[in-house]
Each structure stands twice: as structure tokens, then as C-alpha cells.
């Protein structure tokens, strides 16, 4: 039933929308982190900086995005990111880039839900003792919003594995190209589908049972 | 209690530690401090009472900069208050601060909540700063509870850690905003001896509370406030059994007789 998968790189083209997924889940909870640093910050340009790109970036429709990036950076531009002509590579780095620039806004603003529930009194005993802004945020407040943000980190995680398959549009060989591929080469429609379908859940469910786990575990009690 | 205080004062210097000069801050429209003075000397211990709203906790509060002032200046120990930045952070570790509601950090434990400041501020050594956590936790009596988190100790217990955490910073100048107002009333009284021990060491205290028994007895003075201002200030013994303003009048009329 299944002989219609022989011939194509399943796994592998799997294997690219899970290293799609984990670098850009790493880039953009750095950024993201760091941006909802800066809309919580005293500064008043840093803050309306993070308002700012949150606010226009959430709104973008992540295929434009990524079409930008291969169009206008790297084909316009001339940004290939050390690709070194190979076009593979190249669509890679600016997808995972383009795919940062997107989901570190909704990092961001899960995270920024997270500082939300960190009481006041917490940073100003922070304060208190002499702790800097910088301080307070990275060895008091930040902990205890990660530890609160999980399951709304856990979603944006979710929806990141796959808005991945939007690297496509630009020629990332990963899953839902093949997707594609194989529909136009097979007559197993449906089980095509099927197939594809599972593989993504697959990924996401563990990743949210997981997410759901480790925010129990971490939980901070008042 | 005077003799117990006069002995401390001769052994600490003598000076002005905080300095409230001509200090205005308004809420909005609500103006909730007016031209505050108001000196504490070292080693003095000082509580500050009044009705709710009469801004004595934002007196409390502007002392370390968690509340700007408007206007009129602060000094502690001859230095004005610093602006926002590394000189405030650096004043801010010589002025111990207790909260109602403890603030103990929510997911360090408790050892790790009074070695934090040593460690981080003071550049303190880990082994050093923990011996002296471990001494001081011993000192408010909840040695035992080192490595349990916030969560698990009562009210009691979290504020006694609360002051160590004050403590462990070694500060100039210990300020209470209200220690005891979020404690069941069993447990007021385990606080309320760990800060008249403070008292009886030479610890610069202000106090805002409503424990007319603390400030009876381990109080140099009483400073009463109502609506922003600064209505009354005298010895503990003369203020409570012969206030001078209608205001101070009223307000223990009200709280002393039931």
C-alpha cells in the first residue's frame, strides 16, 4: 500500500523541517528574548523600538517574509549569508532568518505575557538590594516568566514546526515541497496526505505534551 | 527602653544619616507628600504611623528611590539620592528594605535568596556569602528552612527571612514598610522580636507600622503622618499618653481603646 513512498527521502526531507524548526526556535527565543527585554526596559527608544517591530512584524504574512528575504536580500541584495553560491544553502539560512525576523515578535509577547505575571514586589526587592536593570531582569524576573510563559511558548513552538513548510515557496527542500512533489508524481492522493499530515504531528504533539510536562515541573509556587 | 537607647547612640558616630528636605510628591492630582522634613541620626530608631493614605509608606518608599519625589531633596549619610543608574543600585545596597508583602524571590530558596545580594552586588565569595546567610538565617531563627523555597515557610518565617536577606547586605539603614500588616496575629510577634533585637544591636531603623507596641518599646521617636503631611513628631512616651494635634488625638482615640 505504502510502495509509492519508495524513491523519495521521506525522512530526510522530515529531517530538514526539524533543523528548519530547531534553529529558528533557538534564533528566535534569543531575539525574542531580548526584544521583550527592551519593551520592558527603562529606555524609552528601546521600548518603542520592540513596540514597534512586535507590532509590524506580527502583521506580515510570514510568505512575505521569507519571499523577501530570497528576493530581495539574497537576489536583489546580493545577502547570502555565507552560502557560498550553493542555492540550497543559501535558501536555508535566509528561510531560518526569515523565519527568526517572524516568530521572535510572538516570542516576544508570549514572554512578555510570562513578565506580566511576576509580581512588582519581586522586582523591587531586586531593586532593593542593589541588583541593576539588567540584573534584576535576567536573575529575578526573567526565570520566573519563562517558567510561566511554557505553554504559551509551547503554541508559538506549535505553530513555528509549521510555518516551516512556508521555507517552500523559496525552494527549501523540506517536507511539504516533497508533499508536492510526490502529488504531482503519484496517484496515492489522499495517502499522500495522510502521510504528510502524520509526520507533522508526529513532531508536534510529543512537543507539546512535553512543553505542558516541563511547565508543570517548573512552575514557580507563591 | 531610653537607657538601653542612650547607650547606643554614644557608641555609634554621631550624625544625620537621612535627610528628608522640603519633599513633595504627588499621585496624579492626589498630593501625597507635602514638604516632608525629617532627619533620622544614627543608630535612631524611628516609626512612622497614621491612617491609611496618609503617605507614610510612599515616605517609606522614596527613601530608596522605589517612589520618585517631585521635588526637595534626600540625602543618606551626607550623599543626595542619586538619580536612576549605577550610584542609585550602589545606595540602594546600603538601605536594607522590608516589604508587607516579604517579596522573597519566588523560585531561589531561601539560602539562595540571602546570599543573591552578596553575591551579585558585593561581589561577596559563594562559600563566605553562604557561612553568613547560614549566621544570619540562624540569628532571625529559621536556620532549619536554608533550602526550602518561599513557598513552603509561613508568613512569619518568610519575613524573618526577608530581613535577613536586608541584613546580609550589611546596610547603613534598615527601612519597614509595614513588616507585620500581611501577617496572621500569631505570627507578629516572631517579627516583631528579630526587629527589636535590630533595634537593641544599633541598627538605624524607620519604621511604618501599625504596632503601637513596638513603637512603645523600641521606638527613640515617633513620627505621626496624616494626609501627606507630617502632623506630629515626639518620644514614644509622650506621644501616646499626651499627643499634641487633634489629629494624633483622634487616631489613637480611635486604635487604642478596644
Known amino acids: 500500500m505504502f510502495d509509492f513512498l519508495e524513491g523519495y527521502d521521506l525522512l530526510g526531507a522530515f529531517w530538514a523541517t526539524v533543523q528548519l524548526t530547531v534553529y529558528s526556535a533557538i534564533g528566535s527565543l534569543i531575539w525574542g528574548t531580548l526584544l521583550a527585554g527592551m519593551r520592558v526596559g527603562p529606555v524609552p527608544l528601546m521600548r518603542a523600538f520592540g513596540t514597534a517591530y512586535v507590532n509590524f512584524v506580527r502583521n506580515i504574512p510570514l510568505t512575505v517574509i521569507i519571499l523577501f528575504s530570497s528576493l530581495g536580500l539574497y537576489q536583489t541584495l546580493g545577502v547570502d549569508l555565507g552560502g557560498d553560491g550553493i542555492v540550497q544553502v543559501i535558501s536555508f539560512r535566509l528561510s531560518v532568518l526569515g523565519l527568526i525576523v517572524y516568530t521572535s515578535a510572538f516570542v516576544c509577547e508570549a514572554l512578555r505575557s510570562g513578565i506580566n505575571t511576576v509580581p512588582v514586589g519581586q522586582a523591587e526587592a531586586a531593586r532593593a538590594l542593589g541588583l541593576n536593570f539588567g540584573q534584576v531582569l535576567r536573575l529575578i524576573v526573567l526565570p520566573q516568566a519563562f517558567r510561566a510563559a511554557v505553554a504559551p511558548l509551547a503554541n508559538v513552538l506549535i505553530a513555528l514546526t509549521k510555518n516551516t513548510t512556508v521555507a517552500a515557496v523559496i525552494g527549501v527542500a523540506e517536507a511539504s515541497l516533497l508533499m508536492k512533489e510526490m502529488i504531482e508524481n503519484e496517484a496515492q492522493l489522499v495517502l499522500i496526505g495522510a502521510v504528510f499530515a502524520f509526520g507533522f504531528v508526529c513532531l508536534t504533539l510529543p512537543t507539546g505534551l512535553l512543553m505542558g510536562l516541563l511547565g508543570k515541573k517548573v512552575a514557580v509556587k507563591r | ?258
Open chain 2, 1 to 258: 527602653m531610653t537607657d538601653v537607647t542612650v547607650a547606643k547612640e554614644d557608641a555609634a558616630p554621631v550624625g544625620d544619616l537621612v535627610v528628608l528636605k522640603d519633599v513633595n510628591k504627588h499621585f496624579g492630582a492626589l498630593h501625597v507628600l507635602q514638604d516632608i522634613d525629617l532627619t533620622i541620626a544614627r543608630g535612631e530608631v524611628v516609626v512612622v504611623i497614621g491612617p491609611s493614605g496618609s503617605g507614610k509608606s510612599t515616605l517609606c518608599r522614596t527613601i530608596n528611590r522605589l517612589e520618585t519625589i517631585d521635588s526637595g531633596s534626600i540625602a543618606i549619610d551626607g550623599k543626595p539620592l542619586p538619580a536612576e543608574g549605577k550610584e542609585l543600585a550602589r545606595l540602594r545596597a546600603d538601605v536594607g528594605m522590608v516589604f508587607q508583602s516579604f517579596n522573597l524571590f519566588a523560585h531561589k530558596t531561601i539560602l539562595e535568596n540571602v546570599t543573591l545580594g552578596q553575591v551579585k552586588v558585593r561581589k561577596a565569595d559563594k562559600k563566605v556569602a553562604e557561612e553568613k546567610a547560614r549566621a544570619l538565617l540562624d540569628r532571625v531563627g529559621v536556620g532549619a528552612q536554608a533550602d526550602k523555597y518561599p513557598a513552603q515557610l509561613s508568613g512569619g518565617q518568610q519575613q524573618r527571612v526577608a530581613i535577613a536577606r536586608a541584613l546580609a547586605m550589611e546596610p547603613k539603614v534598615m527601612l519597614f514598610d509595614e513588616p507585620t500588616s500581611a501577617l496572621d496575629p500569631e505570627m507578629i510577634n516572631e517579627v516583631l522580636e528579630v526587629m527589636q533585637q535590630l533595634a537593641r544591636d544599633g541598627m538605624t531603623m524607620i519604621v511604618v507600622t501599625h504596632e503601637m507596641g513596638f513603637a512603645r518599646s523600641a521606638a527613640n521617636r515617633v513620627v505621626f503622618m496624616a494626609d501627606g503631611r507630617i502632623v506630629e513628631e515626639a518620644a514614644p512616651e509622650q506621644f501616646f499618653s499626651n499627643p499634641r494635634s487633634d489629629r494624633a488625638k483622634d487616631f489613637l482615640s480611635k486604635i487604642l481603646h478596644h
